[in-house]
């Protein structure tokens, strides 16, 4: 009842402030007509402060900061955030390949399709490769892709096979309590991903925990990690030549 008067309420705010603001424009902003049949009212968005999906925000930052340390002459991305690859474009020629390919025309950037557990790659090809909260949707069916119950493990197979000696990997995924929340994704213990990748090196790895206000968390105890419900796992695999 009170999330209905509370809405109620919204519309009604809404229409008063409409009806003041086309008033007061029709004085002073005439030439940008305000009409109703093109309201269209955000009635959620008068917060106290910016919400944000913690997760995208942290995670492509820490991959971001990854990447200029690495100072590759291109980088390959796999069905991350394709903010990150359109942004990271900006600086570095970028190629973006996902399951389902997006119509992105940008300089710098090359758009394609690939099956993650069967990339088009040589073996041992590739510097600079990223895959992030990709990794644990592999074989569940939610993209149109065939279930798989070890779809991830060949995902993870294929990053591996492709990284060439002195090559960076990024993966994220999430971390906590080990399960499969079908058919959304899947939430690991790190040691999961660790064990995975056997043939690299983890420089380093953060996570997200699930009281993300204070940031990420550097090199945080396997226990830590899976007493989160929901954390952001970031692992920073190399290939030492």
């Known amino acids: 009842m009170m999330k209905l008067i509370h809405k109620a309420a919204g519309r009604l705010r809404f229409y008063k402030q409409f009806r003041w603001f086309r008033r ?26 910016l919400p944000f999906d913690a997760h995208y925000v942290y995670h492509t930052a820490w991959a971001a900061r990854v990447v200029a340390a690495v100072r ?73 892709d065939p279930l798989d119950p070890v779809g991830d493990h060949q995902a ?12 960076a ?12 929340q079908f058919n959304a994704h899947r939430i690991y213990d790190p040691r999961m991903i660790e064990n995975a990748m056997c043939e690299l090196h983890l420089r380093q790895w953060s996570m997200l925990p699930d009281d993300w206000r204070s940031g990420l968390v550097d090199n945080p105890s396997p226990e830590f990690a899976i007493s989160q419900k929901y954390g952001c796992g970031c692992f920073w695999f190399e290939r030492r030549g």
């Open 72 to 144: 590759p002459s291109k980088h390959i991305d796999i069905s991350s955030y394709t903010y990150f690859s359109t942004v990271l474009s900006a600086f570095i020629p970028v190629e973006f390949y996902d399951y389902r390919p997006a119509d992105i025309c940008l300089p710098n950037l090359v758009c394609g399709q690939a099956d993650l557990c069967h990339l088009p790659f040589p073996s041992l090809s590739i510097d600079s490769l990223s895959c992030m909260h990709t990794i644990e949707h592999i074989g569940l069916g939610r993209y149109g």
């Open 24 to 49: 007061e424009n029709s004085l002073k902003r005439p030439e940008l007509a305000v009409n109703w049949k093109d309201a269209w009212p955000r009635l959620d968005d008068q917060t106290a402060q």
């Open 169 to 180: 990997l990024i993966i994220v995924v999430p971390v906590g309590r080990p399960r499969i």
């Open 156 to 167: 993870m197979a294929e990053l591996q096979r492709v990284l060439a000696p002195g090559g």
